[in-house]
């Protein structure tokens, strides 16, 4: 079964504006990421946060972790075309195998 | 240097027949993991494999097996298909036994069983 969900499932924008998302899990973690999926193909890391981290920035991504609400939010500033994909959160929890526990996804679209 | 590989790309079974979907890792990795994504959803863990152990598996059922060989590449193999089990079967490796950092992917292979 899925950990968590994002939100929303869905989200459409114009170039240069930003994006945010949103994902919440339900138990204690090790680490959170943030991986993106381009039309059903393989997903490419974006961004690690571990669980004693409150937010970290890479390049255009910024990702922030609520321990105490469970969850995290993805922001995407000055969005360009080729940010359109999905994005997933995933969850680590402490002393498991490599094994990723993903949300359900947002779709990205950023038109011109 | 390469990406994790996977193969085939794309196969159509159908209900009842048996599949085998290969994956090299990273060079120098030597651990993979499976995973399914359904139409719609995310992925989800199937298995684990370091230094040619299971090291974990997920909640599908006993037609679903795996095995990582000395060169850490790995296959899936999925026996009596169903229906429900189309989908992107997406490999994934890392340097690491235990998880506490990223996984790298492969493109997947899509199976559509008809």
């Known amino acids: 079964s899925q950990q968590g969900e994002e939100d929303p499932q869905a989200l459409s924008i114009q170039e240069g504006e930003n994006a945010t998302m949103n994902c919440s899990y339900k138990?204690?973690?090790?680490?959170l990421q943030w991986y993106r999926q381009n039309s059903g193909r393989g997903l490419v890391h974006l961004i690690l946060?571990?669980?004693?981290?409150r937010e970290k920035h890479s390049g255009r991504l910024r990702v922030t972790l609520d321990t105490s609400k469970k969850s995290s939010s993805l922001l995407i500033t000055a969005s360009r075309a080729a940010d359109t994909a999905s994005y997933f959160c995933a969850t680590v929890f402490t002393g498991t195998a490599s094994k990723l526990t993903f949300g359900t996804g947002t779709r990205l679209q950023v038109t011109l | 240097d390469a990406g994790v590989t996977q193969s085939p790309t794309h196969l159509i079974k159908t209900r009842g027949q048996h599949v085998t979907l290969r994956c090299s890792p990273i060079?120098?990795?030597?651990?993979v993991s499976w995973y399914q994504q359904v139409l719609g959803q995310g992925p989800q863990f199937i298995f684990q494999?370091?230094?040619?152990?299971?090291?974990g598996r997920g909640n599908f059922p006993d037609r679903f097996s795996a095995r990582q060989f000395p060169n850490y590449s790995s296959e899936l193999n999925v026996n009596a298909l169903l229906l429900g089990d189309s989908a992107l079967y997406l490999c994934?490796?890392?340097?690491?036994?235990?998880?506490?950092?990223?996984?790298?992917f492969g493109e997947g292979s899509r199976l559509t069983v008809l």
């Open positions: 494999y370091y230094e040619k152990e299971e090291r």
């Open positions: 994934a490796s890392s340097p690491r036994d235990r998880g506490t950092g990223e996984l790298f």
């Open positions: 946060i571990r669980s004693n981290e």
């Open positions: 060079s120098g990795h030597k651990s």
């Open positions: 138990t204690s973690i090790n680490n």
